[in-house]
């Protein structure tokens, strides 16, 4: 899904230090509320995953992604609920990486967006759940908490990251508005308008609002 050359995103400066900058002001240019202790959970995860062989795995066939559904599974199976919340962490993080920065990718899929959000937002949930109260993961399920929460708005903010120019074509115009309507995208909203667009929603009572 994703290619691995295309992973590499940071070459010529500091990688930790340019998403710290970059996180920063999409989440300041978005006006989200976001903790430090969030900020810098995003800031680790893109870190991470800059270096491809972190979020690929080797597997028979070669060195791949693992499909979300596996994840969950992997995780449902697992007894040890140590590895069930490792598990679930990893589902949480590639499903926010790959929505935000790779969105693109997922057109003409049989999954797009909105099944990356939706896995992705109920991974960190559980991840809350299980970590609250627990000696030493009360910062850790205030975070998950955040994620889960927000998480529509942390896919925006990684999106602003990984945007390297503006749109330019009609093609990218539809695919906003696509992904406005699977996901309700308030970044997505503000593209549309900046092209005189101002989406409404259509309701199942048939009714736009």
Known sequence: ????????????????????????????????????????????????????????????????????????????????????QRTMRRLGDISLFIAGLFSDSLRNKLVDIDYYISMGGSAYGYLSESLQGRERGTLHSSVFTELASKFTDFVDVLAEVGDQSELNSHKDLLRVYELWLKTNSKRAARQLREFGIYPRKFSESGRYH
């Open 1 to 84: 899904m994703v290619d691995r050359r295309t992973s590499k995103l940071i070459v010529d400066m500091n990688v930790r230090e340019y998403f710290q900058k970059t996180i920063s002001k999409a989440v300041l240019n978005q006006s989200i509320d976001a903790t430090k202790d969030t900020i810098y959970y995003l800031v680790n995860l893109l870190t991470t995953f800059a270096d491809a062989d972190k979020f690929y795995q080797d597997t028979p066939h070669g060195s791949q992604s693992t499909p979300l559904v596996q994840l969950y599974a992997e995780a449902v199976e697992v007894i040890s609920e140590v590895d069930r």
